[in-house]
T-cell receptor
Framework: AQSVTQLGSHVSVSEGALVLLRCNYSSSVPPYLFWYVQYPNQGLQLLLKYTTGATLVKGINGFEAEFKKSETSFHLTKPSAHMSDAAEYFCAVSDPGQGAQKLVFGQGTRLTINP | DTEVTQTPKHLVMGMTNKKSLKCEQHMGHRAMYWYKQKAKKPPELMFVYSYEKLSINESVPSRFSPECPNSSLLNLHLHALQPEDSALYLC??????????????FGSGTQLSVL
């Protein structure tokens, strides 16, 4: 069975600092990997995804993530944090072989930006 | 139009009430989903419809009854709910039938309180 672990339920950084949100997965086959963001009182919005091909994936709002198979990781980064990045971030995984879009979400990381 | 619209935004109901949540998308997506999200938790998949047919039911209690009248609409009928069913109910859609790699478009959700 697949699982996702997000290290750190709460991350706090200063405005302009590097953002690093950690995600590790467990899967018997190379999975599809996603990062979603949830702003207060809203639904989720896709930041980026990895399916095949280039392992460094660029997403919206200046975020990127790198798929590292050897480390079973898909960490999310942004070089310079902005106040508008404050939100809940979810890493998610799905199995290419299961024939259905059954996303398994991590527990989420709340990102706080300090002025 | 790239929105998934959910109504109502807030709903308070008693345990003997019958109510319905509605979801609508006009992006031509052929897959639609219901998720349940408890406070400070990740979304949990409830149901998936693919080409207007129920393809996934994640062992959801029968007091939740989904309905897909057409390719643009998804309903969730509620009856005899319990207080522990209080949560944010999120609707989502994706362009293609579920295959694992699709981007999900989420609505803003219905915040349900069961008294």
């Amino acid at each position: 069975a697949q699982s996702v672990t997000q290290l750190g339920s709460h991350v706090s950084v200063s405005e302009g600092a590097l953002v690093l949100l950690r995600c590790n997965y467990s899967s018997s086959v190379p999975p599809y990997l996603f990062w979603y963001v949830q702003y207060p009182n809203q639904g989720l919005q896709l930041l980026l995804k990895y399916t095949t091909g280039a392992t460094l994936v660029k997403g919206i709002n200046g975020f990127e993530a790198e798929f590292k198979k050897s480390e079973t990781s898909f960490h999310l980064t942004k070089p310079s944090a902005h106040m508008s990045d404050a939100a809940e971030y979810f890493c998610a995984v799905s199995d290419p072989g299961q024939g259905a879009q059954k996303l398994v979400f991590g527990q989420g990381t709340r990102l706080t930006i300090n002025p | 139009d790239t929105e998934v619209t959910q109504t109502p935004k807030h709903l308070v109901m008693g345990m003997t009430n019958k109510k319905s949540l509605k979801c609508e998308q006009h992006m031509g997506h052929r897959a639609m989903y219901w998720y349940k999200q408890k406070a400070k938790k990740p979304p949990e998949l409830m149901f998936v419809y693919s080409y207007e047919k129920l393809s996934i039911n994640e062992s959801v209690p029968s007091r939740f009854s989904p309905e897909c009248p057409n390719s643009s609409l998804l309903n969730l009928h509620l009856h005899a709910l319990q207080p522990e069913d209080s949560a944010l109910y999120l609707c989502a859609s994706s362009q293609d039938p579920p295959g694992g790699r699709e981007k999900l478009f989420f609505g803003s959700g219905t915040q349900l309180s069961v008294l």
